[in-house]
Each structure stands twice: as C-alpha cells, then as structure tokens.
C-alpha cells in the first residue's frame, strides 16, 4: 500500500487515497476464493473442487470482491494510522472505492482527523483541596463490631423477640383489604433492627411472642413503588420462631479466629492501617481529579467531533459491559439513574468530551517536558498485553499496540508531572471537597452502591 493522494478539509480532517497494489487485492481475492469454495456449486465439479477462474467465468469476476473488500479495508485503516506519516486521530472512515481494471490494483479513499494543534496554560502550580486523613477509634471498633455479628452464633430462644433478634415470621400486606404482589412471605428471617422493612415493621414485630399473629398498620413511604407510595397498609404478621445472636468475645482469642494476628490489639492495628490506606487512595484519587478538571480548562484546541465521538462509544461499550456483570441492561441502568436515555447520553458525552481533552492536554505536557519512554518498559508492557489477548498478532496490530502503550506511560508521566508540582488548597471542614470522577472512570463498586440503593 502506499498514500497516493492528501487533501486537507475543513473541520480539522483530511481526504486521504490510498493506492491498494494488484499483488495485495489478488491475495485477499485468493483468500476469500479458499474460504466460500466449498459453498459455490460448478457444473461439472464436486463442491470445492471448482477452480478459480471456473467460478469467476461462471458467476463473474466480482463474485470474491466483497469478502477481499473486507479484508481490505482493516488493512487500509491501519496502513492510514500506523504506517504514514501523518498525525491522525481517532478512527478513519472509508469513503469510496475504485477498482483499476488496468492493472487491478484499488484505489480507496477514507476521510481522517487529524491531531489538533494544542496550546496548554500554566500546568504546574494548579491548586485543589486535599483533606488530611485520620481513623477515629470508632470506626475501627464499628469494623470489628461488623466482623463479630458475621462471626455470631445463631440460637433459639423462648421469649418475645427484642431489636437484634432474628425473627422467622410468615406475613401478608393488603392495601384496601386486597393483598398486593410482592407483599407476602412464609418463614420469612428479619434480623430486627436492620431496617429491611419500611418503617415501623420491625418496631411492632418486638415483644411479639412464639405462635403470637398480630395486625400492623402502617404507611408506605412516599418515596415507595409509584402503586403503593404514601398509602395505608395492613400487614398480618405471625411470629414462628425467634433466634438470638451470640456474639463471639472481644478478646484475643476472636483475633486469632477471624485474622493472621495473635492479639486483639495487632489486628486493630492493621483495620486501621488499611483503612487509612484505602481513604489516602481516596482522596488521592480525588485531589487528582480535581487537577485534570482544572487542566482541561487550561488549553485551547480545535477538538474534532471524531475523537469525542469515539470516546463516547468506547465509554458506552465499557459501562455496558460492567453493568452486564450485574446481570442488567443498559436501559434498566438509566432508568436507575433517574434519567431519560438522551438525557444520560448528553451527560455521558459531556463527559467524555472532558476526558479527550484531559488526555490532549497530558500530551502536550509530555511534548513540553520531553518526556521519553525505555524500550524496555514497552517490551514488559508489550508481552503482558499478548497475553491478555491470548493470540498471534501481525505487524500492523503490534505497531499499534506498542502506540497505546508509549502514549499510555506518557499520559500518566504528564499526570504525575501534574500532581507533584500541584499547591494544596486549605480544606474548609465545613464544606465537601470529594469531586466525583468521569463516568467512565468510576469504580465498578461504587456504580453497583448507586444501583443497589435504587433498587
């Protein structure tokens, strides 16, 4: 392949023709022949046993085009990326095709962006709060407290249920004398206390007594099912069982059973290490994004609509796949966010259109500081990512994966680069400091929360 032809275009793209060779196209038209012979009947001939040029004389000479084209043209997008020397963005679009009969070579046309021309601001120096961390000893004892009700004991009592008990109760809800879906369980566990049920529930189950059947009468909250919000409820409820839950002593002993450490006091230590560990990473994180933010307000830079567009699509393919692993779809997810799908999508791109300037911005700033990547790192990197993808790759595609790869350090070289010179804001107490990060860059844990607490 080679560029045979360059016109630039308006809105930062540029036409591009590039000149497919006879040898090249005959391949693919000599694959795509191997690969449907068997499916093309020939008089004369066992189903793939026909030559070429029998078939072509019979159904003409087209017949192996389409599949070659296919082939082609990922061919050609990559030829377009890796192998000229322009500087394009995003994905290329092929436009036209032309066969030369004279010579059989192929002449395709696609329409590329090209990098923008960016002009950075001052990107040392940007200031953003960053609160101090510290484990006050009550959430330590509330983790161990935690780790102890998952370690209890469960065992029947003889005597009405109290507040964290378990109580095995068979109920039924009727709204207007009708019994509702969703509104009836047998044998049902509710540990007291836990706020399973809407308010109220509970609080009438204390004091009931074994075999006890009771009627309570509360309301649906407003916030409830859009059937049910604010109306009254009769609930018959009948308690069956009720359990106790011992709680193992806090002593050494309970230490050794429930970690690696031998005293109580060490494995104290080490929740409160690792939940000082976890709230650094937080607030790290946080003071990080607050940086990029800042930083993509920093530049000037004709972004092509082709770069955001793509971002947006890979952000969308990532969160769908995340959600999937949660057994929803993409349209009960943003129902569970509360918003329409155009509303969700305008929210989406915004966000994306903030990250494909954040990472121009981290470019320029490795362009700026000269910063440079060791072959080594990229060979470590590079090995580590065959093996992610399991399987042989050609030139081109290793071309491209050693790209990803050194615009990857850079980026977060400049984003070190970043931070390291940032000015740390005073934090107002009194006010929240945790900005949250782009859509895409969300933690998995926390989008399942967001979800859950919609259920």
Do not use: W
Not at 239 to 255: R, W
Not at 359 to 385: C, H, P, R, S
Not at 416 to 429: G, L, Q, R
């Amino acid at each position: 392949m080679n560029l045979k032809k360059s016109e630039k275009k308006e809105n930062n793209e540029v036409e591009l023709t590039i000149e497919v060779s006879p040898e090249e196209l005959e391949s693919e038209v000599q694959k795509a022949y191997l690969k449907n012979k068997n499916r093309i009947s020939v008089p004369g001939f066992r189903k793939g046993k026909a030559p070429r040029r029998m078939i072509e004389k019979l159904y003409g000479a087209e017949i192996f085009l389409s599949d070659a084209l296919e082939s082609v043209f990922p061919n050609v997008v990559r030829y377009v990326l890796y192998e000229t020397e322009l500087n394009i963005v995003g994905y290329p679009k092929i436009s036209d095709f032309n066969l030369n009969d004279e010579d059989k070579s192929a002449d395709v046309t696609v329409i590329a962006a090209l990098h923008p021309e960016v002009v950075i601001g001052k990107y040392k120096g940007i200031s953003a709060p960053k609160p101090s961390i510290e484990i006050p000893d009550s959430e330590v004892d509330s983790e161990i407290e935690n780790m102890r009700a998952r370690n209890a004991r469960i065992e029947k009592v003889d005597r009405p249920a109290k507040n964290g008990d378990v109580a095995i109760i068979d109920f039924e809800g009727f709204v207007n004398e009708t019994a509702f879906e969703g509104g009836k369980g047998e044998n049902y566990e509710l540990t007291l206390g836990s706020g399973q049920f809407i308010p109220g529930f509970e609080e009438k189950v204390e004091g009931m007594a074994v075999g006890e059947e009771r009627d309570i009468d509360l309301v649906f909250p407003l916030e409830y099912k859009k059937d049910l919000a604010g109306k009254a409820v009769l609930f018959k409820v009948k308690l069956n069982e009720v359990k106790q839950k011992i709680l193992p002593d806090l002593d050494d002993e309970f230490a050794m059973d429930v970690s690696e450490f031998d005293t109580l006091d060490e494995y104290k230590a080490d929740i409160r290490e690792r939940m000082l560990k976890s709230r650094q990473q937080d607030v790290d994180d946080t003071f990080e994004n607050i940086l990029m933010e800042k930083l993509g307000e920093t530049f000037e830079a004709d972004v092509p609509e082709t770069m955001i567009d793509e971002q947006f699509e890979k952000s969308m393919n990532k969160l769908e796949r995340q959600i999937s692993a949660y057994g929803m779809d993409i349209t009960k997810y943003i129902q569970m966010m509360g918003a329409t799908p155009d509303e969700f999508r305008a929210r989406m791109r915004e966000n994306c259109e903030n990250q494909v300037k954040i990472a121009l911005a981290l470019e320029k700033i490795a362009e700026l500081e000269g910063i440079e990547v060791n072959d080594t790192e990229v060979e470590d990197m590079y090995k580590e990512a065959l093996e992610r993808y399991n399987k042989e790759v050609d030139k081109t595609s290793e071309s491209a994966i050693r790209a990803d790869i050194i615009r990857d350090i850079k980026l977060q070289r400049a984003a070190k680069i970043v931070v390291d010179n940032a000015v740390v804001e005073d934090v107002d107490p009194e006010k929240p400091t945790a900005k949250k990060p782009a859509a895409e860059d969300s933690d998995l844990e926390n989008q399942k929360k967001e979800v859950e607490e919609k259920k």
